[in-house]
């Protein structure tokens, strides 16, 4: 689950920016 582990910082920064 590479994918995933790429994407969770991005989702993380994507939350970020909605806030």
Do not use: N
């Amino acid at each position: 689950m590479t994918l995933m582990s790429s994407l969770s910082p991005f989702l993380y920064l994507f939350a970020q920016y909605l806030m």
